[in-house]
């Protein structure tokens, strides 16, 4: 049995429970930016842990200074980005609302991505069937939040 795609769900509960925790961390404190930037402490305290107890090899200066600095900036700066506009905008959409927009958003970015083999991902063309599913997706996103059946 294939245990991916049960992490892969478990990973999306995961961050629809702890950006709605961090949301309301941030509204509590009356402050997203504060929220989130205890959210990142918080995240690298733990993940720096877990590296430091499980890390077999070190790498070295050489290895760290040949990564070009965009690969050492981009991906946190996008988070940072990305993650804080989520825990910014759950207390106004709800969590439901918002995630369905930001998969959405990411599942276009990653078929776009992957058709195009952009980030030195393996090129996967985007055929009919892919695009069903990308339509589907955008017609299971309205339908999501048309509001039908929701007293206003």
């Not at 991916?4 to 961390?25: E, H, K, M, R, Y």
């Not at 402050?31 to 890390?55: D, E, H, K, R």
């Not at 017609?139 to 007293?151: C, E, F, K, Q, T």
Request: aromatic letters at 12%; one cysteine or more; hydrophobic letters at 55%.
């Amino acid at each position: 049995m294939n245990i991916f795609p049960f992490l892969a769900v478990s990973a999306g509960v995961i961050i629809a429970v702890q950006g709605t925790l961090n949301a309301q961390l941030g509204f509590l404190l009356k402050n997203p930016l504060l929220g989130t930037s205890i959210a990142f402490l918080v995240a690298f305290l733990c993940m720096f842990s877990t590296f430091l107890v499980s890390v077999h090899r070190w790498p070295t200066f050489n290895e760290v200074f040949s990564v070009p600095a965009y690969l050492l900036f981009s991906g946190g700066i996008l988070c940072a980005v990305g993650i804080g506009t989520m825990y910014y905008l759950i207390p106004k959409m709800g969590v439901g609302t918002l995630m369905s927009y930001s998969l959405c958003g990411q599942l276009i970015m990653a078929v776009v991505a992957s058709h195009f083999g952009w980030f030195d991902l393996p090129q996967k063309p985007i055929d009919g069937i892919k695009s069903l599913g990308v339509m589907a997706l955008i017609i299971g996103v309205v339908l999501l939040n048309s509001g039908v059946g929701h007293d206003h």
